[in-house]
């Protein structure tokens, strides 16, 4: 049976600045695997302007630069398209990013990042993106790590990406995700604080109840 496979877009001036981390660890994995694929795609390739322009001064006055529409329309035109791809604005105006987004997400053959830097882009990409993220309350110099942290909560979601043993972890992770109660391992103390005795009193099911009890209720 073909595994499900999904494709991830990055449009970004710094198509090498995540390369690193994406060759590690399981996301390298994953793509040895062909579970997934991440490809980055230098904006400034798709400018009609000489040199490789690809912002300018906004209309109006003010400080700063804002990116030009037209590259950006022009490299999501040269992308190929999988049937059930989207298109995501990173910026810190955008709807806030959770793990039940990244389910959602995960839903899609391709998602396709737009990583403005600096001021932010001119409106009337809007026409052209189908969503716009922010990973949170605050401003990052430019898109590029949003987009990682989206693809990485998204890919743990891709059958396979995760092995058994992460698979394992993960089947006492809440609903949204999120570990719930205290972990320790060995040893039993350190510098003088103890294990809870609890736990290594063989007591399944008094265990269970302990982590019940310690589990934040409602926690996303
Ligand atoms: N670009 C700049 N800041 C950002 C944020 N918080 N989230 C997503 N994209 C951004």
């Not at 990973?135 to 430019?142: K, Q, R």
Request: hydrophobic share 35%; glycine share 6%; with cysteine.
């Amino acid at each position: 049976m073909m595994s499900f496979y999904m494709r991830f877009d990055i449009i970004t001036i710094f198509p090498h600045l995540l390369d690193s981390y994406t060759n590690e660890s399981l996301l390298k994995r994953a793509q040895k695997n062909n579970l997934l694929s991440i490809n980055t795609h230098d904006l400034r390739a798709h400018t009609n302007d000489p040199h490789n322009k690809v912002d300018d001064t906004p209309y109006g006055g003010g400080p700063g630069m804002v990116y030009q529409v037209e590259p950006v329309v022009q490299a999501l035109e040269a992308l190929p398209r999988d049937k059930k791809s989207t298109v995501i604005l990173t910026s810190p105006r955008g709807t806030p990013f959770s793990q039940k987004m990244a389910k959602q997400l995960s839903k899609y053959d391709q998602l396709i990042f737009v990583c403005p830097r600096y001021e932010g882009i001119d409106e009337r990409i809007k026409k052209y993106i189908d969503k716009e993220i922010s990973i949170g309350p605050y401003v990052l110099n430019g898109g590029e790590i949003a987009a990682m942290v989206v693809i990485e909560a998204v890919s743990r979601y891709i059958p396979g990406v995760l092995g058994k043993e992460e698979s394992l972890v993960e089947e006492s992770f809440s609903q949204e995700g999120v570990l719930e109660y205290p972990q320790y391992t060995r040893p039993e103390t350190f510098r003088g604080s103890w294990v809870p005795k609890i736990l290594l009193s063989g007591n399944h099911k008094k265990i269970a109840e302990w982590r019940a009890k310690k589990s934040p209720k409602g926690a996303t």
